[in-house]
T-cell receptor
Framework: AQSVAQPEDQVNVAEGNPLTVKCTYS??????LFWYVQYPNRGLQFLLK??????LVKGSYGFEAEFNKSQTSFHLKKPSALVSDSALYFC????????????FGTGTSLTVIP | DTEVTQTPKHLVMGMTNKKSLKCEQH?????MYWYKQKAKKPPELMFV???????INESVPSRFSPECPNSSLLNLHLHALQPEDSALYLC??????????????FGNGTRLTVT
């Protein structure tokens, strides 16, 4: 079965510094990878996806993610963190072998310190 | 603002009550989903509807009963719930279940408390 792992429960970064939220994946076949963000008392918002093509994917709110096949990683990045980026981030993989279900990572809580 | 609308935003119900959660989308999506989410945990899939037919039921207890009256609406009927069912219930939609590059679009959820 497909799966993703988010090794860090919590990431703290100073405002203005670059941020990275890590995700590794385990899939058979081509990976279909997604990042979502969840603010308090809100649903999940789609940030970006990797299906095929360029390894650097650009998404909403200045976020980007780098797909690395050799390291089976899909880390989320932003060059300069904002306090408003503080939220819960989920990596997800879509498993086309089991009805296109989404499987979410355990989530990483990002805190940007002013 | 989300394009998937869920009502109510908050719901408190007793264990003997019957209530319903509602979800609506007007993006022309043909797949709709119910997820349950506990605090700071990932969403857990409950049900998937594809073209208004139930295609996935993740072994959800019968006290949860989904309904898809048409392609834009999704309901979740609740009856005889337990306190451990308290959670954020999220509705989501996507273009088609078979469309592997289509992301899920989530509503803001219904915060359910069972007393």
């Amino acid at each position: 079965a497909q799966s993703v792992a988010q090794p860090e429960d919590q990431v703290n970064v100073a405002e203005g510094n670059p941020l990275t939220v890590k995700c590794t994946y385990s899939v058979s076949g081509n990976p279909y990878l997604f990042w979502y963000v969840q603010y308090p008392n809100r649903g999940l918002q789609f940030l970006l996806k990797y299906i095929t093509g360029d390894n650097l994917v650009k998404g909403s709110y200045g976020f980007e993610a780098e797909f690395n096949k050799s390291q089976t990683s899909f880390h989320l990045k932003k060059p300069s963190a904002l306090v408003s980026d503080s939220a819960l981030y989920f990596c997800a993989v879509r498993d086309i072998n089991t009805g296109n279900q989404f499987y979410f990572g355990t989530g990483t809580s990002l805190t940007v310190i002013p | 603002d989300t394009e998937v609308t869920q009502t109510p935003k908050h719901l408190v119900m007793g264990m003997t009550n019957k209530k319903s959660l509602k979800c609506e989308q007007h993006m022309g999506h043909r797949a709709m989903y119910w997820y349950k989410q506990k605090a700071k945990k990932p969403p857990e899939l409950m049900f998937v509807y594809s073209y208004e037919k139930l295609s996935i039921n993740e072994s959800v207890p019968s006290r949860f009963s989904p309904e898809c009256p048409n392609s834009s609406l999704l309901n979740l009927h609740l009856h005889a719930l337990q306190p451990e069912d308290s959670a954020l219930y999220l509705c989501a939609s996507s273009q088609e279940k078979s469309s592997y590059n289509s992301p899920l679009h989530f509503g803001n959820g219904t915060r359910l408390t069972v007393t």
